[in-house]
């Protein structure tokens, strides 16, 4: 196993893995190593993927991260914003978000932090967080893994998680949640949509993992997450981030 493969190579590389049933829809990331796995993935073993350069254009080949389809990438399509919800009503969409807060069913919170009456923090507000977690897959990315993140429960429900999709019934139809990639982990979701692990990156102690979410999560016997092969890492290194711009989300 190679020895210099950082924590950040390695969770752009989950995060790829996310794409490797999709198909021919919008990848929608957010975060510099959410961006560069779908990069990754368009490059790799996901080419269907249809990537937008954060504007409106639709990339063919992924300029370096910084840069823009119109100053170093190959346009292929074009979509205004005001086509984007037309996409996510389709479908044929997978968004990779962040979070505040994700309780131990998937739920997420990025509107507020506290009482709804009288919150202690005011965040982004829900976004897009509704309509993406009921018209397509959503994944979502942890830069710091934390009890502060994973909570026992959300104070404000941004992103539906699995026990209001399925009390929801068919209205929620859609409702698939995917993986969580954390700079500790990989998580995804039991038959009954319980969060789970499914990896613990390499040099990560698994009861970092457990002491650092706020509800209880099996940790014994999880496998390691893939290190991030020769090609990826020259990818990912030389041709998507060559300013390293991975460890500013994940530090080396």
Same mark, same amino acid.
């Given at each position: 196993?190679?020895?210099?493969?950082? !924590?950040?190579?390695?969770?752009? $590389?989950?995060? &790829?893995?996310?794409?490797?049933?999709?198909?021919? *829809?919008?990848?929608?990331?957010?975060?510099?190593?959410?961006?560069?796995? $779908?990069?990754?993935?368009?490059?790799?073993?996901? @080419?269907?993927?249809? *990537?937008? =350069?954060?504007?409106?254009?639709?990339?063919?080949?992924? @300029?370096?991260?910084?840069? &823009?389809?119109?100053? #170093?990438?190959?346009?292929?399509?074009?979509?205004?914003?005001?086509? !984007?919800? =037309?996409?996510?009503?389709? #479908?044929?969409?997978?968004?990779?978000?962040?979070?505040?807060?994700?309780?131990?069913?998937?739920?997420?919170? !990025?509107? *507020?932090?506290? =009482?709804?009456?009288?919150?202690?923090?005011?965040?982004i507000g829900v976004r897009g967080a509704p309509g993406n977690t009921a018209n397509h897959r959503v994944d979502y990315w942890v830069s710091r893994h934390s009890t502060r993140l994973f909570v026992e429960s959300v104070d404000m429900v941004s992103g539906v998680g699995n026990d209001r999709a399925r009390a929801a019934g068919s209205a929620l139809r859609f409702h698939h949640l995917g993986v969580i990639v954390t700079n500790l982990a990989v998580l995804g979701y039991d038959e009954v949509g319980l969060v789970v692990v499914l990896s613990i990156h390499p040099g990560v102690d698994p009861q970092a993992v457990a002491q650092n979410t706020g509800f209880a999560l099996e940790v014994n016997g999880a496998p390691l997450t893939r290190i991030p092969t020769a090609e990826e890492l020259h990818l990912i290194r030389e041709v998507l981030d060559p300013r390293g711009a991975r460890t500013s989300e994940v530090p080396a």
């Open positions: 196993m190679a020895t210099n493969v950082t !924590i950040a190579e390695i969770c752009i $590389a989950a995060c &790829s893995d996310a794409y490797r049933e999709s198909g021919e *829809l919008l990848a929608h990331a957010v975060g510099t190593i959410p961006t560069l796995g $779908a990069r990754l993935a368009k490059l790799t073993h996901s @080419p269907d993927i249809i *990537l937008s =350069d954060g504007e409106a254009f639709m990339m063919s080949e992924p @300029p370096p991260l910084g840069k &823009s389809a119109a100053s #170093g990438g190959v346009i292929e399509g074009w979509a205004p914003f005001r086509r !984007i919800f =037309d996409i996510v009503a389709t #479908g044929r969409r997978q968004s990779m978000m962040g979070a505040s807060q994700i309780d131990r069913f998937g739920n997420q919170n !990025i509107s *507020l932090i506290g =009482d709804w009456d009288k919150p202690k923090r005011q965040l």
